[in-house]
T-cell receptor, first 113, second 115 residues
Framework: DAGVIQSPRHEVTEMGQEVTLRCKPI?????LFWYRQTMMRGLELLIY????????DSGMPEDRFSAKMPNASFSTLKIQPSEPRDSAVYFC???????????FGQGTRLTVV | AQTVTQSQPEMSVQEAETVTLSCTYD???????LFWYKQPPSRQMILVIR??????QNATENRFSVNFQKAAKSFSLKISDSQLGDTAMYFC????????????FGQGTRLTINP
């Protein structure tokens, strides 16, 4: 299995621009998570989906953030407009109920200048 | 709400030594899961070991083992015969058994294995 695949690995963008992060979960997994990692706040859960349906988006910092999961094999996290404080590593993870553990992608390092 | 606390920001040991990383958590749940994740410089989050709260036996995975003390809400990770490749950030994480499968992470411990 290829594992969770995220793209891009690195993204540098200017303040105000739209940023889209992509994720392909492990085939057959029914949960998908978006986490953000910063030095100050550690690992924070932004949103998670179950069977493509958003279940909890209480971690999404502001309306500038949105996430979609149009099908079982693809999800996006969009930031519009981006701000320097959004600079972080964004992880996508997926899990299957029976495994009781999430498997992470390699993350996207986002830098907003 | 659940919280996870790792009180050791950094640790450093010599290669081949045994090292123990501490983790405590707070929850009112009776059934749950606990995890240790490793994050090497490559930044990939790697699941190291998993413990189910209803199992009294401590989980082991090769050189990695845990000391799970449910009453004390403590979940430490022991790495035996440490290797240079064990150098990484280690995160303790909690997940409820019922309902949402979201992980709550501790702040992490930076472990350095010295040659």
């Amino acid at each position: 299995d290829a594992g969770v695949i995220q793209s891009p690995r690195h993204e540098v963008t200017e303040m105000g621009q739209e940023v889209t992060l992509r994720c392909k979960p492990i085939s057959g997994h029914d949960y998908l998570f978006w986490y953000r990692q910063t030095m100050m706040r550690g690992l924070e859960l932004l949103i998670y989906f179950n069977n493509n349906v958003p279940i909890d988006d209480s971690g999404m910092p502001e309306d500038r953030f949105s996430a979609k999961m149009p099908n079982a094999s693809f999800s996006t996290l969009k930031i519009q407009p981006s701000e320097p404080r959004d600079s972080a590593v964004y992880f996508c993870a997926s899990s299957l109920v029976s495994t009781r553990g999430a498997f992470f992608g390699q993350g996207t390092r986002l830098t907003v200048v | 709400a659940q919280t996870v606390t790792q009180s050791q920001p950094e640790m450093s040991v010599q290669e081949a030594e045994t090292v123990t990383l501490s983790c405590t958590y707070d929850t009112s749940e009776n059934n749950y899961y606990l995890f240790w994740y490793k994050q090497p410089p490559s930044r990939q989050m790697i699941l190291v070991i998993r413990q189910e709260a209803y199992k009294q036996q401590n989980a082991t995975e090769n050189r990695f083992s845990v000391n799970f003390q449910k009453a004390a809400k403590s979940f430490s990770l022991k790495i035996s015969d440490s290797q240079l490749g064990d150098t990484a950030m280690y995160f303790c994480a909690f997940m409820k058994a019922q309902g949402a499968q979201k992980l709550v992470f501790g702040q992490g411990t930076r472990l350095t294995i010295n040659p």
